[in-house]
Every structure is written in structure tokens, then in C-alpha cells.
């Protein structure tokens, strides 16, 4: 009770939110902070799920592997293409959706939620469903383009390297480009409409209003959601894999799909922990870069 009674006001409320906030660190330690450790423990060590003999220290040999791998370079164009393209897409898109939506006619409120519908659906349900839909016997893609001529035969769109790629960035596309748009809408709608209204006094037109005072208003919003989906899709797993799994001949398989591959099929615990801890380098690196730039704007803003 003394010690109690000695402790100021500030003290016991450091105390009592250390309290409350210890459940939710130890969950964290558990499941965020062990983890990764552990994978970068194993990135130095040799760790075979089969072989267990095969252990101890082994420094930069597993990096080595993994750079000397006959399919790291090909992953790595994968999956900058995947990223950045993906990326652009569902920005272009979102952004152009989230301006037709912020016009006023009959039935926005309709489409707006609408529009939100291929976010919501899971990336397992939607990749199964356009793997059939793209089906080059039986899908209703090729269906409709043999029969309105746009092509003579049916395409293998995820079964050739010259489509695959495309066809994937195009469904990831569609299914994330709605989170941009409700982003890009809510931001939209807290633009001072007198900025606007000032704009089209002065003669400028729609895009260079949209260029002048819009744009420059979404930098913000658009800083953060672009950092966002680019550490997701670079790390995106599930959706290549239940389309394509990588293939035809490595032609989708990216930096993720490498990893499962190392540590699920060779059970080469050591190498796959070794590009994960690459990656991961790779992310803190864009996570600072984001934090200055974020840090800049911020300061511009003020």
C-alpha cells in the first residue's frame, strides 16, 4: 500500500495501460515477433524437414542457394511485373470508377455498392471461378469471343506463357481495383466543393480541374493505399497459386510461390526462410522510404 500511495497519477496510469496493452503484446510476440525470428534464425542454419541430419550453421549458403537458383531471376521479373502492374491497374481503374461514382445520377447509390461486390468475394472462390470461366474448352470467355469472331479459336489463356502473366494481373485487377475506389470516393467527398466551383470559374476544364484540384487533393489517401497493395500483391500467394500454381513452365511463379516451393516440396526449410528473409529486407527498405515520403508530404501539408 506504501508503494502504492508513492506512485504519482502519470505512474499509475503507465502502469494500468501496460496492464490492459499486455495480452494484446504477448499475442503479438507469439504470433508476429517469434515467427520471425524464427525465419531468420533458419535462414543461417541448415533446416531440412526430411533430412534431419542435415543441420548446424551454414552462413550465407542458403542466400547462395536460393541466388544460384536457375529460376530465381525469372521470379523476381514475375513478380515486379505482377506487383507494379497490378498496382497501376487497380489505381487507374479505381480512380477512373471513383470519379464516375462521385457524379450524381439516377442509381449511384446502387452501383456503388455494386462495385464493391469482387472485393468481398474470397481470392480462393474468385480465382476457381475465372480458372473456369478461362477454361479453353469449356469457359465462357472463349466462348463469347469465338462466337462475336473477335478470335478464330479458343485460347489457353493460363496454360500459355505468352497469356499467363496478363491474365492473371487482369483478375487480380478486377477483384482488387473496388478497395481503391471506396478509398479514392470517401476521400473525393471531403474535397471542399468551392475549390472546384472556383476552378470552372476561371475557365479550366474538367480534366484540368481533375488534374489541378482533385488530383493533388488524393495525395494522401493515394500515398497510402498504393504502399499498401504493393506489400500485399509482392507478397501474394494464394491467387497465382490456385489459378496457374506458377506455371506453364515457371512463367507465373513468383518470389511467394518460390518460397512454398523450397520449403513445401524440397523441405528445404534453410533456403526458403533465407528469400523470406530477403523479402522481408526488401519490404523494410520500401517501409522506410514510405515513412519519409509520408513524413515529407505531412510537412508540405502543414
Not at 59 to 85: C, M, P, R, S
Not at 96 to 123: D, E, M, S, Y
Not at 130 to 157: K, R
Request: charged share 15%; glycine share 6%.
Amino acid at each position: 500500500m506504501n508503494k502504492f500511495k508513492k506512485l504519482t497519477r502519470d505512474q499509475r496510469k503507465w502502469r494500468t495501460a501496460i496492464i490492459m496493452l499486455l495480452p494484446a503484446l504477448v499475442f503479438l510476440a507469439l504470433l508476429i515477433a517469434y515467427p520471425l525470428g524464427k525465419v531468420i534464425h533458419d535462414a543461417f542454419y541448415h533446416v531440412h524437414l526430411i533430412n534431419k541430419s542435415l543441420t548446424g550453421f551454414a552462413g550465407a549458403a542458403n542466400f547462395q542457394k536460393v541466388l544460384a537458383d536457375e529460376h530465381f531471376g525469372q521470379a523476381v521479373k514475375n513478380t515486379a511485373y505482377w506487383t507494379i502492374f497490378s498496382v497501376l491497374g487497380e489505381y487507374l481503374v479505381g480512380m477512373v470508377t471513383a470519379v464516375l461514382l462521385n457524379q450524381k445520377f439516377k442509381g449511384r447509390a446502387i452501383f456503388r455498392t455494386c462495385i464493391f461486390i469482387p472485393w468481398l468475394v474470397p481470392i480462393i472462390v474468385a480465382g476457381m471461378t475465372w480458372d473456369w470461366m478461362l477454361n479453353p474448352e469449356f469457359g465462357i470467355i472463349n466462348y463469347m469471343l469465338t462466337n462475336m469472331h473477335i478470335i478464330s479459336e479458343p485460347i489457353n489463356f493460363l496454360g500459355d506463357s505468352k497469356y499467363a502473366m496478363a491474365t492473371v494481373i487482369f483478375v487480380n485487377i478486377w477483384r482488387s481495383f473496388p478497395y481503391y475506389t471506396i478509398s479514392f470516393l470517401s476521400a473525393m467527398q471531403s474535397i471542399p466543393g468551392d475549390l472546384s466551383e472556383a476552378a470552372a470559374i476561371d475557365g479550366a476544364g474538367v480534366f484540368k480541374r481533375f488534374f489541378r484540384v482533385t488530383l493533388p487533393q488524393l495525395r494522401s489517401v493515394s500515398l497510402v493505399i498504393v504502399f499498401i497493395h504493393i506489400i500485399w500483391t509482392a507478397i501474394n500467394f494464394d491467387f497465382i497459386w490456385v489459378m496457374t500454381e506458377g506455371g506453364p513452365n515457371y512463367a507465373t511463379e513468383t518470389l511467394p510461390l518460390m518460397i512454398y516451393r523450397y520449403s513445401m516440396k524440397k523441405f528445404d526449410v534453410g533456403a526458403a526462410s533465407a528469400l523470406s528473409t530477403m523479402m522481408f529486407t526488401v519490404m523494410v527498405v520500401l517501409f522506410i522510404f514510405y515513412y519519409r515520403k509520408r513524413s515529407s508530404l505531412s510537412d508540405d501539408m502543414a
